[in-house]
């Protein structure tokens, strides 16, 4: 199976809170990640990405952290809005300039009003 | 600048048949790839195309195939159609770096429903 899994296929927020969405890895030699973000009938959309070099990275409302130790990545989103609605995957690029990404399977993300 | 174009948006095909998609690039992008999308497999690397080359290749059966033109636009083809190839099938575009932060942009892709 991929090697970048996802703990929660579901998660369900109230509008205002944070939300955290947890990612597995299991190539130490991953070097590179993305989060993407999937609306219905949407191709993913780019949200975030982080280094191996880093620990943790921010964009407006949201922040990536890389655990490289346990082999985690988290994207956490502040004051959730209902816009942010969507399926979240993270993907990984196993070293130098390979072009091939591994997704995981995906979380979702309901924000309830 | 425009995003990633993928044509056509949907298609029914019966098994046996075979299909062609088009993605047309963001502008200047010399890498494509293709991703399929399951709800059961979730998104799968196809292949990979820069430069009208194949650098990539993911773990699918010969009848998947693609080709990249020298302006980039790429063509996926699947031939005697199976059931199991109904997805949503992505196109990626990204900038040529020679490190790997590979940022890859989608396009909305082309739902295929084998019938």
């Known amino acids: 199976g991929e090697s970048v899994g996802l703990h929660l296929p579901t998660l369900s927020v109230q509008e205002g809170d944070n939300s955290i969405i947890n990612c597995a890895y299991s190539?130490?030699?991953?070097?590179?990640f993305i989060w993407y973000k999937q609306e219905s009938g949407k191709g993913p959309q780019f949200i975030i990405d982080i280094r191996s070099n880093m620990d943790k990275r921010q964009g407006q409302r949201v922040t990536v952290l890389l655990n490289k130790t346990v082999k985690h990545l988290s994207l956490q989103i502040a004051a959730t809005q209902p816009g942010d609605s969507a399926v979240y995957f993270c993907?990984?690029?196993?070293?130098?300039?390979?072009?091939?990404?591994?997704f995981g399977k995906g979380t979702l993300l309901t924000v309830n009003p | 600048k425009a995003g990633v174009t993928q044509t056509p948006r949907y298609l029914i095909k019966t098994r046996g048949q075979q299909v062609t998609l088009s993605c047309s690039p963001i502008s200047g992008h010399r890498s494509v790839s293709w991703y399929q999308q399951t709800p059961g497999q979730g998104l799968q690397f196809l292949f990979e195309y820069f430069s009208e080359t194949q650098r990539n290749k993911g773990n699918f059966p010969g009848r998947f195939s693609g080709r990249q033109f020298s302006n980039s636009r790429s063509e996926m083809n699947v031939s005697t159609l199976e059931l199991g190839d109904s997805a949503l099938y992505l196109c990626?575009?990204?900038?040529?770096?020679?490190?790997?932060?590979?940022?890859?942009?989608f396009g909305a892709g082309t739902r295929l429903s084998v019938l």
């Open positions: 993907a990984e690029n196993r070293g130098g300039s390979n072009y091939k990404l591994t």
């Open positions: 990626a575009s990204s900038p040529y770096r020679r490190d790997s932060k590979n940022i890859q942009y």
């Open positions: 190539n130490s030699a991953s070097d590179y």
